[in-house]
């Protein structure tokens, strides 16, 4: 008995439905996925970017005046705050410490600590929730 063309364009349609719908929560679940890991590489980059670059600024700002740690560290924390404004992350979420030291030949060292609590937008990895910490130690350029 031979189905009429119809008939069989209609069940093949249907397959194709059936095979979507399966389909469908393997591949948004691939792409929560995809999102959720790209913005956790992304924070780590700029918070850890954030880090250096306030430990870099800290360092400078002494340059050509009296070394005093700090202003070294004033102007990393001020850095910090304003890098992470600038990528739309929460400034007033972040644990931000400084600390400097004098090393052995007498140059100064400072080192800033960045916390940052991170949230994925699916959380679809709850291991990477805790957070991100980023830590950076710079030596300046000038001896006290």
């Known amino acids: 008995m031979k189905l009429p063309s119809g008939a069989i364009r209609h069940a093949q349609r249907g397959a194709a439905m059936i095979e979507f719908a399966l389909s469908l929560p393997v591949i948004i ?4 996925g995809i999102v959720d890991l790209s913005s956790y590489l992304s924070a ?8 250096r ?7 400078i700002t002494i340059d050509g005046t009296p070394p005093i740690g700090d202003d070294m560290q004033a102007a990393a924390v001020t850095h910090v705050t304003d890098v992470l404004s600038h990528i739309h992350l929460d400034p007033a979420r972040a644990r931000t410490a400084t600390s400097w030291q004098i ?3 007498g140059y100064f060292y400072l080192t800033v600590s960045l916390d940052y609590p991170f949230t994925a937008p699916f959380g ?15 030596m300046t350029l000038v001896q006290p």
């Open 103 to 105: 090393g052995p030949q």
């Open 53 to 59: 670059d306030a430990a870099r600024v800290g360092a």
């Open 44 to 51: 780590i980059y700029n918070i850890e970017r954030a880090c």
């Open 124 to 138: 679809l990895f709850p291991h990477v929730d805790d957070g991100l910490s980023a830590s950076f130690t710079t």
């Open 29 to 32: 679940l691939v792409i929560a």
